[in-house]
């Protein structure tokens, strides 16, 4: 319950950080395997849209998961110094 | 004498000359060299000289010099003395003549300190004299000054402290009660003058670090200003409705040019204040119960305060989040959703008040109950038109769009129970 903002902002820190660390050989083209087939056929599965959902949920996590890890990368290594030193120096 | 006239010599200038029996007063003055010397003083300054010769010099008092003459060198002091004078004669004489002077106002100095930025527009009074009836500086004109610094509209005027109220002055000024509170600021008309004195003194003082603000937060400012546009109507109406939506009503949200409408327009509008407000009000009456049950220490306030902020920040981030990935695009903005999120704080001080009052669970349960339905309801019928594609059905496709829209409907519905029974059920012992 005693929920702080500091508390909030450790577990995004670590959560995109996890994002972060993700091995696109092994993992990633794995589920872009099965996310991409479906962009040749738009009609054919129930989740594909053509208007409105261009993607599929599989699709957009993909997507946010890359952009993610393509913004973040070097403002990551910041932020983590920065938390190192602050867990450092108050403990 | 060329040396500048306090607020005190002019004063003491006045009366000096108020009373009818000069003779005894000029005898009195000379055992008083130094009040002689500051009635000399003001005697010596060119506009009044020139007042007193143009006017026979009567023992009827100042009030009878009303000949306006532009002083050479010192703007602040006879001018504003004058319009004094002629304020008052004004008033007197029940002359409503519009002189616009646009001299700026005086600002009294000791043993008036001017009260900066007080709510007394258009008509109050400084409070260190509290026994003047408002009436008196009422009828000034609009001060609006164009120079840089505007002084407070509220303006004492030390003359007519020394005379007796009269029924005409009253007569004149109808809208003032004698003493003003903040209710009776919308009834005076003079209000808006004060406002735009105050307004722009503002500006000018604050004025470089709004604009100093890039665009981007400007529009954002503005943007949340139209969730604050609410009056007192329109809260109790959506206070109501939070706690009873089941009357068959019109919920669809009324637009003026694409622009949503305030919500001080249109009930249906989502606002900021309200949960603003229940969220201060949660907190406070958490700390309540807790002091009910003998567990309070000032850190819980800021405990739950921020965990109040903490569980708003995670919910709308999980919503967005939500609404990203299945792709919905509708016309509820982020900041549409944080207000409809925030509406749960009120259900949250019902059940929390009802289980302060009577200390049974069972009445906490019921009414935690009661409230949740009602929120689901409200929400489902608010959003529903927001979230769900038209009913017209244009959409070959729809399909898909309208089962995800649902679902996520039914998530955001579904969380705002979850927490109120989490965000409160730590509250309740026994």
Same mark, same amino acid.
Do not use: C, W
């Given at each position: 319950m005693v929920f702080t903002l500091y508390s909030l902002i450790e577990a995004a820190l670590l959560g995109v950080n996890a994002v972060a660390i993700l091995n696109e050989q092994r993992f990633l083209s794995k589920l872009t395997g099965g996310g991409g087939g479906q962009q040749g056929y738009?009609?054919?599965?129930?989740?594909?849209?053509?208007m409105q959902n261009a993607g599929g949920v599989k699709q957009q996590l993909l997507t946010l998961i890359r952009s993610v890890r393509t913004v973040m990368r070097i403002p990551l290594i910041a932020f983590n110094i920065i938390a190192i030193i602050f867990l450092i120096l108050f403990g | 004498m060329g040396s500048s006239l306090s607020l005190f010599d002019i004063q003491l200038y006045n009366l000096i000359h108020f009373?009818?029996?000069?003779e005894s007063v000029q005898k009195a003055l000379a055992d008083c060299p130094n009040l002689k010397a500051i009635h000399d003083k003001v005697e010596q300054t060119p506009a009044i000289k020139n007042l007193e010769d143009s006017n026979t010099?009567?023992? #009827?008092?100042?009030? #009878?010099?009303s000949k306006t003459y532009p002083h050479?060198?010192?703007?602040?002091?006879p001018p504003a003395q004058q319009q004094q004078q002629q304020q008052y004669q004004q008033q007197q004489q029940q002359h409503q003549q519009q002189?616009?002077?646009?001299s700026q106002f005086y600002q009294p100095t000791a043993p008036y300190p001017p009260t900066e930025a007080? $709510?007394?527009?258009?008509g109050d009074y400084p409070m260190?004299? =509290?026994?003047?009836?408002?009436?008196?500086?009422?009828?000034?004109?609009?001060?609006?000054?164009?120079?840089?610094p505007s002084y407070n509209n509220?303006?004492?005027? =030390?003359?007519?402290?020394?005379y007796a109220p009269s029924s005409q002055q009253q007569q004149q000024i109808p809208?003032?009660? $004698?003493? $003003?509170?903040?209710?009776?600021l919308s009834n005076n008309p003079l209000f808006n003058v004060g406002l735009n004195v105050v307004e722009q003194g503002m500006k000018d003082f604050t004025g470089k670090t709004v604009n100093m603000l890039p665009t981007e937060m400007k529009k954002s400012i503005s943007s949340i200003k139209y969730y604050f546009a609410v009056d007192q109507a329109y809260v109790f109406k959506k206070l109501c409705l939070l706690l009873?939506?089941?009357?068959? #009503?019109n919920w669809s949200l009324a637009y003026s040019a694409d622009e949503p409408v305030p919500p001080r327009v249109d009930t249906n509008a989502p606002d900021y204040y309200i949960p603003l407000m229940s969220a201060i009000t949660y907190v406070l009456v958490a700390g309540l119960v807790l002091g009910t049950q003998d567990?309070?220490?000032?850190e819980q306030l800021g405990m739950h305060a921020s965990s109040v902020l903490v569980w708003n920040i995670i919910e709308i981030c999980v919503l967005c989040f939500t609404f990203y990935i299945l792709n919905v695009q509708s016309k509820l903005r982020t900041l549409d959703l944080i207000a409809y999120c925030g509406y749960k704080y009120v259900g949250m001080i019902a059940a929390l008040s009802s289980y302060l009052i009577t200390h049974s669970l069972f009445v906490y349960r019921c009414s935690l109950l009661y409230v949740s339905l009602s929120l689901s309801y409200f929400l489902v019928k608010c959003l529903r038109l927001q979230i769900l594609?038209?009913?017209?059905?244009?959409? =070959?496709?729809?399909s898909g769009g309208s089962k995800r829209r649902i679902y996520l409907l039914l998530l955001i519905v579904i969380l705002q129970p979850l927490f109120i029974w989490y965000l409160t059920r730590h509250l309740i012992v026994v």
């Open positions: 738009p009609g054919a599965t129930g989740y594909v849209d053509d | 009373f009818d029996d000069q010099m009567s023992s #009827r008092g100042p009030m #009878r010099l050479p060198q010192q703007q602040h002091q002189q616009h002077q646009p007080s $709510p007394n527009y258009g260190p004299q =509290p026994q003047i009836p408002s009436g008196y500086v009422t009828d000034y004109n609009a001060p609006q000054s164009q120079t840089a509220a303006f004492f005027s =030390p003359q007519t402290a020394f809208s003032n009660q $004698p003493m $003003p509170g903040m209710e009776y009873f939506p089941f009357r068959p #009503r567990k309070f220490t000032p594609p038209d009913t017209g059905g244009s959409q =070959p496709y729809g």
